[in-house]
């Protein structure tokens, strides 16, 4: 195992989407003593997309699947219903050491930016697929599939298509933020305990 002892860092570009996920929905991905934190039958869950050139197990990619948000006293954080990284290391220190639903996966580029976009997925992206096509020519799109054998891997057919937004080359981009992501991991059959909150630091 490459990872030492936390804290680790890990640099490299990322997206978080924000959703409302039904409540219901929700709850099947979350144990059951945990209280989901919801309004008018919904959470807030969301999509977490990473490229890092740089991490403890060197460049990879990663794709989280947020089912909603939990409360654990004295805070709420989010919960990973899925984990994917086409990093075996990665997955095997999601599991092992930080009680997450890892899986090892592979990203498909589809299509890539064009005219006046710029890639947010990078030029390090797999050419445009035969056929393919967007219906947003300045968008991405990144198909992501599971294969992890023996965790419910599904050949040929992709657990999710993302698009995602195009970046413009020129004018303002926005002010430089930086975020802190708490997230909440365990209840897995490695660790079925609930672990202590994870957190993600963000900077751009």
Same mark, same amino acid.
């Given at each position: !195992?490459? @990872?030492?002892? $936390?804290?680790?860092?890990?640099?490299? &570009?990322? #997206? @978080?989407?924000?959703?409302?996920?039904? /409540?219901?929905?929700?709850?099947?991905?979350?144990? %059951?003593?945990?209280?989901?934190?919801?309004?008018? *039958?919904?959470?807030?869950?969301?999509? @977490?997309?990473?490229?890092?050139?740089?991490?403890?197990? *060197?460049?990879?990619?990663?794709?989280?699947? !947020?089912?909603?948000?939990?409360?654990? %006293?004295?805070?709420?954080?989010?919960?990973? %219903?899925?984990?994917?990284?086409?990093?075996?290391?990665?997955?095997?220190?999601?599991?092992?050491?930080?009680?997450?639903?890892?899986?090892? /996966?592979?990203?498909?580029?589809?299509?890539? $930016?064009?005219?006046?976009?710029?890639?947010?997925? *990078?030029?390090?992206?797999?050419?445009? $697929? $035969?056929?393919?096509?967007?219906?947003?020519? *300045?968008?991405?799109?990144?198909?992501?599939?599971?294969?992890? =054998?023996? =965790?419910?891997?599904l050949p040929g057919r992709p657990v999710a298509v993302l698009q995602l937004p195009a970046?413009?080359?020129?004018?303002?981009?926005?002010? =430089?933020?930086?975020?802190?992501?708490?997230?909440?991991?365990?209840?897995?059959?490695?660790?079925?305990?609930? #672990?202590?909150?994870?957190? &993600?630091?963000?900077?751009?």
């Amino acid at each position: !195992m490459v @990872y030492a002892e $936390a804290p680790w860092t890990f640099k490299g &570009r990322a #997206l @978080y989407q924000l959703q409302l996920v039904k /409540a219901d929905e929700a709850r099947k991905h979350i144990p %059951a003593e945990l209280k989901l934190v919801e309004f008018c *039958g919904y959470t807030l869950g969301g999509v @977490y997309l990473a490229r890092y050139d740089d991490s403890p197990a *060197g460049a990879f990619e990663e794709a989280v699947i !947020m089912a909603g948000l939990v409360w654990n %006293a004295p805070t709420s954080c989010a919960w990973a %219903a899925r984990v994917f990284v086409n990093n075996k290391e990665a997955r095997d220190h999601g599991i092992k050491s930080v009680g997450l639903p890892s899986r090892l /996966a592979s990203f498909q580029a589809l299509s890539q $930016a064009a005219g006046s976009s710029k890639a947010w997925w *990078g030029s390090s992206a797999a050419p445009a $697929a $035969a056929g393919s096509s967007s219906s947003n020519s *300045g968008a991405e799109v990144v198909a992501l599939h599971n294969v992890d =054998r023996g =965790r419910r891997a599904l050949p040929g057919r992709p657990v999710a298509v993302l698009q995602l937004p195009a970046v413009a080359r020129t004018g303002f981009l926005g002010p =430089r933020l930086r975020l802190s992501l708490p997230s909440f991991s365990g209840g897995t059959l490695e660790h079925p305990g609930l #672990l202590q909150c994870v957190w &993600r630091s963000l900077s751009g």
